[in-house]
């Protein structure tokens, strides 16, 4: 005999499939009502405190001044209007991007110069 062969011996005390098997079988309702709880727990946090927002900032080194701006903020409503008409999707995502409102709200561009600074400094006008 080994020693762990002796110390199972000893102990006398030895796990069998049919003891998790009979564990399972007579607990059957208080896990199941375990599981249900924290089922109900999880979808009661996800719908109170579930309220995601992702923000990103894009570093912009290709030199988009405010007229590049201006023309794409124009512009890409009518592009994501037009792939939703190609692809049948009037609705959801794309139809959202449509939309110029969702430009204005979700897309705030941040310059390294605003428009009064542009103006004293260089004898810019506001455009």
């Known amino acids: 005999m080994t020693n762990t062969e002796q110390q199972i011996a000893e102990d006398g005390q030895e796990i069998s499939l049919n003891d998790i ?3 399972f079988v007579t607990k059957w309702k208080v896990l199941s009502m375990g599981a249900f709880f924290g089922l109900i727990m999880a979808l009661g946090g996800t719908l109170l405190l579930g309220k995601y927002e ?3 900032t894009l570093i912009n080194k290709s030199g988009i001044d405010y007229l590049t701006w201006k023309n794409l903020k124009r ?3 009518i592009l994501a209007d037009k792939v939703s008409e190609a692809t049948n999707n009037g609705e959801g995502f794309l139809g959202g ?3 110029e409102k ?3 709200k979700n897309v705030v561009p941040t310059f390294s110069i605003n428009k009064e600074d542009a103006k004293a400094i ?5 455009e």
């Open 75 to 77: 512009n890409l409503p």
């Open 102 to 104: 969702w430009w204005q």
């Open 54 to 56: 992702a923000e990103a």
């Open 122 to 126: 260089f004898g810019m006008s506001k």
């Open 97 to 99: 991007l449509s939309s």
């Open 21 to 23: 098997l009979d564990f």
